[in-house]
């Protein structure tokens, strides 16, 4: 135990079906509930569609759900994917960047059901999409659907094959550039967060204080895969740029990383850092906001 005590499972990184997840938002806070999680942040892709019913199900179980967003971004920064926490589902100008997203989602996916046909790996784009159920489209989907018809040994070997960034199948995101996503969080009044730093390219030296400076509030420190010397060495950075650890296991209900739902330890001090940002982010410090491009 540490001074803080981390008394009860804390995951600030999950994922539904409403995006590339395999469990609907109610049961995953269901799953989490019964692990003992008492603090969870759906964080689906481009989507806050799920909140309302984990959030339902969250104050029947006493799980305090934070409704959250992953923007994943790809650039020469390598992949940036930006966690907004608090993030409201109601706010109609966020919903309208969101959905532009999800449309660019599924246009990628799309055209890399088209390369797979013509590499000879076919797939019907009807069976992507029964799979998402409506979830914001992603390489997941595919993964799946490429193991069904027997394109590939199993799910996990999708992403090191046939949709790995080097295949000739592989579609590039277009979207956000890594700072536009976490100011399009701060203009909404979120708190942004580096996810799973260990994907980005450049040095985090290079990349962290221009990040910092467009409002990033927070860095990803606890996550299953990490060793612990990266840990040690985000928590460092972290203390240098004056952000706040977070954490989570990124639970997807398919394909893990590194850690099962509320299995990353999570002090509630970052919780706690995390609610003082809110206040601040609510108490409306005037931010200066960069208008947003369509393209990168
Ligand atoms: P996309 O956003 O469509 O590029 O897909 C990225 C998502 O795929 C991530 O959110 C991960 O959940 C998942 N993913 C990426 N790489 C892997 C991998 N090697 N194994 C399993 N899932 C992966
Ligand atoms: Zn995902
Ligand atoms: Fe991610
Ligand atoms: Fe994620």
Wanted: hydrophobic fraction near 45%; include cysteine.
């Amino acid at each position: 135990m540490t001074a803080e005590g981390v008394a009860y499972p804390i995951d600030l990184h999950t994922h539904s079906l409403r995006s590339d997840g395999a469990y609907a938002p109610g049961d995953l806070i269901r799953m989490a509930a019964s692990r003992g999680v008492r603090v969870q942040a759906l964080a689906d892709h481009d989507t806050l569609a799920g909140v309302a019913e984990a959030v339902a199900v969250g104050e029947q179980l006493g799980v305090r759900v934070i409704p959250a967003t992953e923007l994943n971004t790809e650039s020469d920064w390598g992949d940036v994917h930006v966690l907004g926490y608090f993030v409201d589902p109601a706010d109609a100008g966020l919903e309208d960047r969101l959905r532009w997203l999800r449309e660019n989602r599924g246009r990628r996916i799309e055209l890399m059901v088209e390369r797979l046909a013509a590499l000879g790996h076919p797939v019907r784009l009807e069976r992507v999409m029964e799979i998402a159920q409506g979830g914001a489209l992603g390489r997941p989907h595919l993964a799946q659907a490429l193991f069904e018809a027997g394109h590939v040994p199993s799910y996990d070997a999708a992403f090191d094959t046939l949709l790995s960034k080097d295949s000739p199948a592989y579609v590039a995101r277009v979207g956000l550039t890594p700072l536009e996503a976490v100011r399009l969080i701060r203009a909404h009044r979120g708190v942004p967060s580096l996810a799973h730093p260990g994907t980005v390219a450049v040095e985090l030296e290079v990349a962290l204080p221009e990040l910092v400076d467009a409002g990033l509030a927070g860095i990803e420190c606890y996550y299953g895969s990490h060793s612990v010397d990266a840990t040690v060495r985000y928590l460092s950075l972290a203390e240098r740029y004056g952000l706040i650890p977070t954490g989570g296991s990124d639970f997807h209900g398919r394909g893990e990383h590194g850690a099962p739902l509320g299995g990353v330890r999570v002090p509630p001090a970052s919780v706690a850092a995390l609610d003082e940002r809110r206040r601040s982010a609510l108490a409306g410090a005037a931010y200066h906001v960069e208008p947003l491009g369509r393209a990168r």
